[in-house]
């Protein structure tokens, strides 16, 4: 369709607030940022994820300031296997499935050679510094250029490869400030990965990452002995390790977009590549806000529910079914969920504060839902809760199998756990 297909749905004013959630996403919430150059739908894919009204338009630089919001990845809620009403107070079950809220960060588009000022420069990857991991949006059908404008035939590969490497660029940038001072008092101190932690703090790049990179790449035991090529690749190979990565092969709904994604499949065979169309999940969201479908987000359908659509309307929705069929999803919520639980290795447990009812002390059933690391113990549980809680920390209790489990319990994808504590 020639007319963006979201402007079509446009009857209800977008309402949008977190501040209930602030606390929960400040204490476990990793962050999703959004990276691409101009003008390939990464602010309708932000608008798409978090339904928070952005600056939607066809040049380069829409987005000047970063734009926050949260948006919900999606699990199984436990309440339908064990046959209860929950009442969640942290995230929101529909259908049996528990939407739970992430941080989603989207910065203006970046150009070649950001990471020496060109386009708006450093100050957009510097939006991008907490993120935990990032989602690269690409125009899959190549009708914009490396810097956003309109072209024809341009291949999205390309788009990738500059994009790692102004991200590589720009971690290196950091690295290589004051290097040899740093590698002099690492040699003295013989603690070079405690100074490149350091000096690389504020990406959110650990010590036990930098160790990583550093024996990945084998480097001489000798800082002071590295070459600019060693720093760059130890950037590279930081950014690999710390800031891991998810295509989203966007504007898929294009005729020339599958031999795009093909490409791009075949290419970048190390990421996950998943075709999206943010207009079209959009124009979906939009449409349900109206009262005029219902959209399923599990089965990725929609039933029309309103009588008075109008023929634009209607050919839309059409538009909408043909490329569900084909595609089977617009891609938004397996970009999120594949970039929570499989990027950054995370799963969903929900404490309780009464183990038979499923409780907190409120009778409020399955209340909170935490997203947390593969390896999280209950103890490391009790502490997102309360400080004071894992202080006293007891032991926990597995609440399906009323069974007591230690302060070393690795946590399971979905268990509900009840922390006991001392008074």
């Known amino acids: 369709m020639n007319e963006k297909i979201y402007f079509i749905f446009i009857r209800y004013k977008i309402r949008y607030s977190h501040n209930k959630l602030k606390k929960y996403l400040s204490e476990t919430m990793a962050i999703l940022g959004l990276v691409g150059k101009p003008n390939v739908g990464k602010s309708t894919l932000f608008n798409a994820m978090t339904e928070k009204a952005v600056d939607i338009a066809n040049y380069p630089f829409t987005t000047i300031n970063p734009n926050v919001g949260i948006s919900y990845i999606t699990t199984p809620c436990p309440c339908k296997e064990l046959n209860l009403k929950c009442n969640p107070q942290n995230s929101k079950c529909i259908d049996g499935i528990r939407h739970i809220p992430v941080e989603v960060v989207d910065v203006a588009g970046l150009v070649p050679e950001a990471h020496k000022g060109k386009g708006m420069g450093n100050k957009f990857l510097d939006d991008l510094r907490q993120a935990d991991a990032f989602v690269l949006v690409v125009d899959a059908s190549g009708k914009t250029d490396l810097e ?148 399923d987000r599990v089965k990725n359908d929609f039933e029309i529910v309103s009588d008075s659509l109008n023929e634009a309307q209607r050919n839309a929705l059409e538009y909408i079914r043909e490329y569900l069929k084909k595609y089977g999803s617009t891609g938004v919520q397996e970009v999120l969920n594949r970039a929570y639980f499989d990027l950054l290795d995370m799963i969903v447990v929900y404490p309780v504060e009464d183990e038979n009812k499923y409780s907190d002390k409120k009778g409020n059933v399955l209340p909170d839902s935490f997203l947390v690391k593969k390896g999280t113990t209950a103890r490391d549980l009790a502490y997102m809760i309360h400080t004071e809680i894992g202080d006293k920390f007891i032991y926990a209790i597995d609440a399906r199998k009323k069974m007591r489990v230690g302060a070393d319990y690795q946590l399971k994808d979905g268990d509900i756990i009840k922390i006991v504590s001392a008074k």
């Open 148 to 295: 956003g404008n309109p072209t024809e035939n341009h291949d999205p590969v390309e788009d990738v490869k500059f994009l790692l490497k102004e991200l590589d660029m720009w971690i290196y940038g950091i690295l290589s400030k004051n290097w040899d001072k740093l590698a002099r008092r690492g040699q003295q101190q013989k603690n070079i990965v405690k100074i490149i932690a350091e000096q690389l703090s504020g990406l959110n790049i650990s010590e036990e990452d930098v160790k990583s990179a550093i024996n990945t790449l084998s480097l001489d035991e000798n800082p002071q002995r590295w070459r600019e090529e060693d720093l760059q690749n130890l950037a590279g190979t930081l950014r690999k390790i710390s800031k891991p990565m998810i295509i989203a092969a966007n504007k898929a709904d294009h005729p020339d977009a599958m031999e795009n994604i093909k490409r791009l499949k075949e290419e970048f065979k190390d990421y996950i590549v998943i075709p999206t169309s943010a207009e079209i999940e959009l124009a979906l969201r939009r449409a349900e806000k109206a009262g005029l479908i219902k959209y």
